[in-house]
């Protein structure tokens, strides 16, 4: 072999050398560092068994705001008739909103000690709110679901809040009522005038006398 040769193996073995440090180190796996459903408490002036309560009441309501804020995409892409442009953008807007609440919870949740549910099987393992057809259903159906949906997280919401307030655990009673119940609470005011059956040009009895 040359030296030529042997010059060029030294630096592309240098050069391969000098990349190792650089390159991701991938395909890795390892234990769980915390199971889920076990607290990892922290200094928060709360006793384990409280924090364990709350994050099984959280992760609930996690699960099923993630499944309404879904709901909302769905009928967002799915809408049709001679509201659509308005009820796309409401539906929209509703998304957003509940995907706040989603981040909101689950960082309560972390924040307690616990492990927040994430994935899209989980989260259909527990969520109270029924599957939804696939297809695309008339307006006032995919509304009268939506308002179902927000009343049974509303229902949680406040028994849940008041279970906090007697373990003591005040910030959780403040994220169920600051946040989750008066933005579900808004959102029913919004989409229940949509079912109101009123005329849409001329009033009914109006046009009757005329």
Request: glycine residues 4%; aromatic residues 4%.
């Amino acid at each position: 072999m040359s030296p030529k040769h042997d010059k060029r193996s030294a630096s592309y073995n240098e050069l391969e050398a000098g990349t190792k440090q650089a390159r991701p180190i991938q395909h890795q796996r390892a234990p769980e560092i915390q199971p889920y459903g076990k607290i990892a408490k922290l200094p928060i002036a709360l006793d384990e068994k409280t924090c364990a309560a709350a994050c099984d009441n959280l992760n609930q309501i996690l699960a099923d705001t993630i499944t309404l804020r879904d709901m909302y995409k769905k009928h967002h892409w799915q809408v049709a008739g001679h509201t659509f442009y308005q009820l796309h953008l409401l539906f929209d807007k509703h998304h957003g909103e509940q995907d706040e609440l989603v981040d909101q919870i689950a960082e309560r949740i972390q924040l307690l000690g616990g492990i927040s549910l994430a994935m899209a099987a989980d989260v259909a393992e527990t969520t109270m709110i029924p599957r939804l057809p696939r297809g695309r259903e008339p307006v006032p159906v995919q509304i009268s679901r939506l308002l179902e949906a927000h009343e049974l997280i509303l229902k949680e919401a406040h028994t849940m809040a008041k279970q906090a307030t007697e373990a003591g655990d005040d910030g959780t009673n403040d994220l169920l009522v600051s946040n989750v119940i008066r933005t579900n609470e808004l959102q029913v005011w919004f989409l229940a005038e949509h079912l109101v059956d009123v005329p849409v040009v001329r009033e009914k009895s109006a046009s009757a006398g005329s």
